[in-house]
């Protein structure tokens, strides 16, 4: 009975030996992650004077709100502009995601069903559209919002967006929509329902958590679009978000807390909708992108 | 009926008559209906601005959009590209931001995903810590990290100099040699979570059994690693790199909100040299020009990609 022992004795040390190794990497990269969010953090309730202390307070001796209360008062101008700002960024997004979910929804159902003549071709070409950059199609683009025109308009952000958040969105509920079973609209169909019928009310139902982690993947897109905003938008009281936050800030550069505080709070609604809504994400990643 | 009980047999290869074809698209033109919107958006937006791109490289425009005035110039642009030193700087500086940046953040993501694909307490939390830098807008990620590598008050600096391994904070954004690197480990911060995710769902799906039997075999976790869950993953890989470098070769918020490319374009990559010449200096024609050249590689990539991804299709379909 010694034998079993020792085979085992030496593969017990070397798991543990990777299991040390894993946890070391964990530690490195959590401070690698967490440390520069954590100080974007504390210098946003420093005071302008304390972030430039040397050396560096780790935790404000004086910590103070004073930076978000400037970005969220409507009385001062600043607070009016972010405030602005922030809803430009609100109604964009949320325009967007809806529009983008309506297109991808029917177009990724057709994608994963029909066997329509030319429809590896246009699966593809629509894929293909994640390869190009923005900067390529900033001028021809704008040309194009002048003779619509949409320039200095929402709709210029919106109708570009749709289309730089679509591919994904329909690949990602392509892979939702090939795994529910066909059975299940055939038996839809046996019972008189037309295939539409059976899209909207045996489909649809089941890929809410596809369309949901199509919506956050759209809205985030959407938030944090910066280049087109950039260079579409020009009166101030339209910018969206990180545009507006730049073109402040590059009027204060010293105002670090100022600037810290605008970081943070740009960020908290797309992280907390994410990590709300994660594992739908992450499903749907799993159930369609991956699993083949 | 192209309806779902053709699923098994692919209707529609191009290799029928044309009148068979005419035919399929006839008896399937309900099925456009769905895609429609789709298409005519990406059209709109995508296949419109290609034309006008590839046409307005070959002319040589005046500044400003006052385009009439442009005059045909044949392939001068891409001569005066190719000939300037500026071209092969920014290139050299494209291919290693692409591929340092692709490789570091794949290979932390993978690492991550296995290392977090074990049960244990704060597993959860660690994985939302690690997936907020892939979240958060670049122009803030950006800021974040222009202060942490501010020249006088960043954290990196002053931090190094109470260890006593410098005498005074370096200048990691503001020196032509470590502005490149400064630039690349901020652009991993922000890619390694996409990576994590995507392996992580990638994990889910290798068989359990597997990975049972080789351990009842005798295999090692490396081996196991190596022989079961890693040519398991390929195909996942394969698409999480192409996309990984595809977005990192046309990264632009990081370089230009930290730097602005400089200095002198010690961390320009092609588009922000593009922007720079297009709504800087104004010479839409060399920039259409680089534009193009930029598309062709783009599209050499493409290949791969739509080859990586047809392949799991197929595999998908032969299941």
């Known amino acids: 009975m010694s034998a079993p022992t020792v085979v085992h004795a030496p593969r017990r040390r070397r798991i543990d030996g990777w299991r040390w190794a894993s946890r070391f990497f964990l530690v490195f990269m959590l401070i690698y992650t967490a440390v520069p969010m954590a100080w974007m953090m504390v210098t946003s309730i420093k005071s302008g004077f304390a972030a430039m202390a040397f050396p560096p307070e780790w935790w404000p001796s004086e910590p103070t709100l004073a930076s978000y209360r400037n970005l969220l008062d409507p009385q001062n101008s600043v ?6 700002f922030f809803w430009n960024s609100l109604y964009v997004s949320t325009l967007t995601t809806i529009l983008a979910v309506l297109v991808a929804v029917p177009a990724a159902y057709a994608f994963s069903r029909f066997r329509f003549p030319g429809r590896q071709f246009l699966f593809f070409s629509v894929l293909l559209r994640n390869m190009f950059p923005a900067v390529i199609f900033l001028v021809p683009l704008f040309i194009l919002m002048r003779f619509l025109g949409l320039v200095n308009t929402h709709g210029s952000l919106v109708l570009t967006y749709l289309t730089f958040g679509l591919p994904l969105a329909i690949w990602l509920l392509k892979g939702f929509y090939d795994n529910i ?4 609209e055939q038996a839809a169909r046996i019972d008189g329902a037309t295939r539409f019928q059976a899209f909207v009310l045996i489909v649809m139902p089941l890929s809410v958590p596809g369309i949901i982690a199509t919506a956050i993947y759209s809205f985030i ?7 087109y905003a950039y260079t579409f938008l020009s009166k101030n009281e339209q910018l969206t978000l990180p545009v507006g936050v730049q073109r402040f800030f590059s009027e204060n550069t010293t105002d670090f807390p100022g600037l810290m505080a605008a970081s943070f709070m740009m960020s908290v609604p797309v992280v907390v909708l994410f990590l709300i809504l994660q594992k739908y994400f992450v499903r749907a990643l799993t159930e369609g992108a991956v699993k083949h | 009926m192209t309806d779902v009980t053709a699923q098994s047999r692919p209707a529609a290869r191009p290799g029928g008559t044309r009148s068979d ?7 399937s033109r309900a099925d456009y209906l769905y895609v429609l919107p789709a298409i005519v958006v990406m059209l709109v937006v995508i296949a419109y601005p290609i034309y006008y791109t590839v046409d307005l490289s070959f002319y040589k425009t005046p500044p400003g959009l006052q385009l ?21 700087r920014v290139t050299l500086n494209t291919v290693i931001w692409t591929i340092a940046s692709t490789l570091i953040a794949f290979v932390l993501g993978y690492a991550l995903a296995l290392a977090l694909h074990r049960e244990f307490a704060g597993r959860g939390i660690m994985r939302a810590i690690f997936i907020v830098p892939w979240v958060i807008s670049a122009v803030a990620a950006s800021y974040i990290w222009k202060w942490i590598y501010h020249s006088d008050f960043g954290i990196i600096g002053v931090v190094m100099v109470q260890l006593g391994i410098v005498d005074r904070p370096p200048n990691f954004i503001d020196s032509v040699n470590t502005v490149l690197p400064s630039l690349i480990v901020v652009n991993i911060w922000r890619e390694f979570p996409f990576a994590m995710i995507m392996m992580m769902a990638g994990l889910q799906t290798v068989p359990e059994q597997l990975l049972r039997a080789a351990q009842v075999d005798g295999a090692s976790a490396w081996q196991r690693f190596w022989h079961v869950t890693f040519p398991h ?9 192409l996309l990984l470098a595809v977005a990192n070769f046309n990264s632009f918020i990081i370089p230009w909100i930290m730097t602005g490319g400089g200095p002198s374009n010690a961390s320009h990559i092609w588009i922000t040299h593009i922007y720079e ?3 800087g200096r104004q010479r839409w024609g060399v920039a259409s020009a680089y534009s193009v050249l930029l598309f062709i590689i783009l599209m050499t990539l493409g290949y791969f990609y739509v080859r990586a991804l047809s392949q799991g299709e197929r595999r998908e379909r032969g299941a």
Not at chain 1, 79 to 84: C, T
């Open chain 1, 181 to 184: 079973p066909i059975q299940l």
């Open chain 2, 277 to 279: 010449l297009a709504f």
């Open chain 1, 79 to 84: 607070g009016r502009d972010f405030l602005r």
């Open chain 1, 221 to 227: 897109g959407a938030w944090n679009e910066y280049i």
């Open chain 2, 68 to 88: 009439k005035d442009k005059s045909f110039v044949w392939f001068d642009n891409y001569t005066t590209i190719l000939t300037s030193g500026v071209f092969w």
């Open chain 2, 21 to 27: 074809l005419l035919r399929q698209i006839w008896i």
């Open chain 2, 233 to 241: 993953l390929r195909g996942v890989s394969t698409v999480t790199v």
